[in-house]
């Protein structure tokens, strides 16, 4: 028979490779006589003694030849009983292997957004694959329903219910397999499932939107952002104005420094100088001119070289007033 030695350590002995299938199978059966006795917090401690073993198949495999409703009161059984463990970490390695497993599995919603949610809580992060897992078992579902509020509060028949930090590791998956557009609709479905986004939430979709220069859906965020009464942080609102910028829509930059103005939400040097950048780049000296005003309103005073183009621009323009007036603002602060 062949036998495949592999080095368990330097200085220690060889083993085989049926040995080590012999461990990995052991794992298994422990965890399966772990749950038929519902001693569910003795399997952390069965997956730390195999740390060492890399198992073919899920440990938790055998939980297919039980039905959907039976898999479910286990797994929401085991969730609660993990909960008490200290370190709250200890079982992120169970929890790992579950979470792949059910997102693997024919019904992976609702229990895949619960096992999420309790690895969140436990003060972890799902291992990476997990986006793309929780992504395509989302997208599958959806072409059954509809109503994105409808499939979060599916969490509620199995005792769970959707948060923020849930809802934002789904969106968070959506983002990272090119599914922007579905991140947005669970952004627009969170608050009818009771679940205030949040500035993570709107993070992260903007983001995602900005890469690939959805200006106008990025506006509509920043508008209901704004509405919630959130205050965007300095580095989504430079990465909107540049996008806007790159895309040569300065008209649309400039509404949203004067919607955050209007707000009373400060608004950088960066996006200042951005969108007068953008407005000269597009030959809109008039804007350019206005937003120059707003700069020095608020004490920010233009690189030189910009401050010189508007004048200029507006002066070779005809506008020779609104130059003059430009001109004059410098002057006054010196510059």
Not at 60 to 72: E, I, K, P, Q, W
Not at 170 to 190: F, H, N, P, T, Y
Not at 208 to 217: E, K, L
């Amino acid at each position: 028979m062949f036998k495949l030695l592999i080095p368990k350590r330097p200085g220690h002995s060889f083993v085989t490779f049926s040995s080590i299938h012999s461990v990995c199978l052991s794992l298994e059966e422990s965890v399966r006589a772990a749950v038929e006795s519902r001693k569910y917090r003795q399997i952390p401690d069965l997956f730390t003694a195999s740390k060492e073993c890399c198992p073919a198949s899920n440990p938790f495999s055998f939980l297919s030849t039980f039905s959907l409703a039976r898999r479910t009161q286990v797994i929401d059984e085991m969730l609660q009983d993990f909960i008490w463990i200290r370190p709250r970490y200890h079982p992120y390695a169970t929890y790992s292997c579950l979470l792949t497993y059910v997102l693997q599995s024919p019904d992976p919603l609702p229990l895949g957004l619960a096992i999420v949610q309790r690895v969140l809580r436990s003060g972890c992060v799902p291992v990476p694959q997990t986006h793309l897992l929780l992504s395509s078992a989302w997208m599958e579902r959806r072409q059954q329903c509809e109503s994105v509020s409808k499939m979060l509060l599916e969490m509620e028949s199995i005792g769970y219910g959707p948060d923020c930090g849930t809802c934002n590791y789904l969106i968070s998956s959506l983002c990272k397999v090119d599914q922007s557009k579905e991140a947005v609709q669970v952004l627009r479905g969170m608050c009818k499932s009771g679940c205030v986004p949040d500035l993570d939430t709107y993070g992260i979709v903007i983001g995602a939107m900005c890469r690939i220069r959805r200006i106008t859906v990025v506006a509509e965020l920043m508008r209901e952002m704004v509405k919630f009464g959130l205050t965007p942080r300095q580095e989504i609102v430079v990465k909107v104005i540049k996008t806007m910028k790159a895309r040569k829509d300065v008209w649309r930059a400039v509404e949203v420094i004067e919607l955050l103005q209007t707000e009373g939400i400060l608004v950088g040097f960066e996006s200042y100088e951005s969108v007068l950048e953008g407005c000269l780049e597009c030959g809109e000296y008039v804007l350019a001119g206005k937003v120059v005003m707003g700069m020095t309103n608020r004490g920010f005073i233009p690189y030189i070289r910009a401050r010189q183009k508007v004048v200029e621009g507006l002066a070779n323009a005809g506008d020779w007033k609104f130059a003059y007036a430009v001109r004059q603002r410098f002057t006054e602060l010196k510059s």
